[in-house]
Every structure is written in C-alpha cells, then in structure tokens.
C-alpha cells in the first residue's frame, strides 16, 4: 500500500526565515511525486511535478527536490502570503499496471509565516 | 486556473436523502476524479473516470456512486446521506502530459453537511 508522511504538521515562520518541509514516500514504481498549495477554502494548487530522484523544480521562493525515499520543499526568504497547507502527493501504477492517475496524498503541512 | 466548476458549493441535508454532486470542466480532459478531505485524514480518492462511461472505485467508494456520460461532467451520487459523509468533497481532472504521470487540477469543493 502506498504511503505519504509529511513533516512537521504545523510549522511557523517569521518573514524571511528560510526552512524545509518533508515527503516521505513508500510506493512501488513512483510515476511522480506532487506538490500542492491550498489555501482555506479552496482547492489544492498544483505547484510541481518531480519524476525522479536528483530532480529540482523552482518556483518564485519555493524549490522542490527529490530522492528516493522523500522529497523537500524548500522555502527561501517566505514572506507572509506564502502562508497556507502544503500538500505532497504520489502517484504509482495499480496491479494491473495502470494508474489513471491515481493519488495518495499526505496529510498536509501547515505553514504560517509572520510578519 | 483550469476551468472546473462545482455545484453546489454548499449543501445542508439530512440523513437519509439522496445527494447529487456536479463537477463540470471546460478543459476536455480525459480523466476525472472525486476527494473527499477530512480533517485527520487528508485528501482520499472515492471514484474517478478515465473516459466517458469508464469508472472505477477509489479507496474509500462505499455509499457513493458515479456517472459519466460526457466528456465535460461528473457527477458524484450519495444514494442515502450518512453523517459519516459529511466533508468537503473535489473533483479534479488530468490529461496525460508525459507518458508516466498525469498532473491533475482541483476544483474549489463542495463542503456537504449531512444532519
């Protein structure tokens, strides 16, 4: 079965303070890993895809990186609107070698960033 | 932002009753997908479709029931509303992008109280 931890469940930040978050997987036959924003009330906001390990992505203050067990999503210099629930995801064929895109998510890290 | 509309965006019902959830894209993406998100456990996968009139069951697919019958809508039924189901619920879709992963996009949810 797959499995996604994510790390811390709640982390806070003063404006400008550089940190990490952990995705640690346990799949069979990784298709991708994703990252995803969601703010309260709304819908997760695709950020990156990551399809093997040594891959980076960046966007803006956000770097995402990848081995074979985790991914870290790297914040540099976050400011305040950087605030919101961080979510991984991973995605890996089914038994019969399909996957349609399936996703098993994490339970989210919640990112505060004070001003 | 990728064109998904849901409906309704918010429904109070009771026990019981019928409830049919839409999700509706304008993207013409082949796949299509129903989260539920529950504090505690995260975003899980109830039933997708990887075409119109194909369907499958996700990991937590007990009491709910889907359909398919354009390209452009999915809709989610819950034949008798339990307070267990109570939640907020996504659709999201995906187009194949590169041959192993599929990026998907996520509506904005519908949040469903069943009393």
């Known amino acids: 079965e797959d499995q996604v931890t994510q790390s811390p469940e709640a982390l806070r930040l003063q404006e400008g303070e550089s940190s990490s978050l952990n995705c640690s997987y346990t799949?069979?036959?990784?298709?991708?890993l994703f990252w995803y924003r969601q703010d309260p009330g709304k819908g997760p906001e695709f950020l990156f895809t990551?399809?093997?390990a040594g891959e980076e992505k960046e966007k803006e203050r956000l770097k995402a990186t990848l081995t074979k067990k985790e991914s870290f999503l790297h914040i540099t210099a976050p400011k305040p609107e950087d605030s919101a629930t961080y979510l991984c995801?991973?995605?890996?064929?089914?038994?019969?070698?399909?996957?349609?895109?399936?996703?098993?998510f994490g339970q989210g890290t919640i990112l505060t960033v004070h001003p | 932002d990728a064109g998904i509309t849901q409906s309704p965006r918010h429904k109070v019902t009771e026990t019981g009753t019928p409830v049919t959830l839409r999700c509706h894209q304008t993207?013409?993406?082949?796949?299509m997908y129903w989260y539920r998100q529950d504090p505690g456990h995260g975003l899980r996968l109830i039933h997708y479709?990887?075409?119109?009139?194909?369907?499958d069951k996700g990991e937590v697919s007990d009491g709910y029931s889907v359909s398919r019958s354009k390209t452009e809508d999915f809709l989610l039924t819950l034949e008798s509303a339990t307070s267990s189901q109570t939640s907020v619920y996504f659709c999201?879709?995906?187009?194949?992008?590169?041959?192993?992963?599929?990026?998907?996009?996520f509506g904005p949810g519908t949040r469903l109280t069943v009393t």
């Open positions: 999201a879709i995906s187009e194949r992008i590169v041959v192993r992963a599929y990026e998907q996009y």
């Open positions: 799949v069979s036959g990784l298709r991708g």
């Open positions: 990551l399809y093997s």
């Open positions: 995801a991973v995605q890996a064929p089914n038994a019969g070698g399909t996957s349609y895109g399936k996703l098993t």
């Open positions: 993207e013409n993406h082949r796949y």
């Open positions: 479709s990887y075409g119109v009139k194909d369907t």
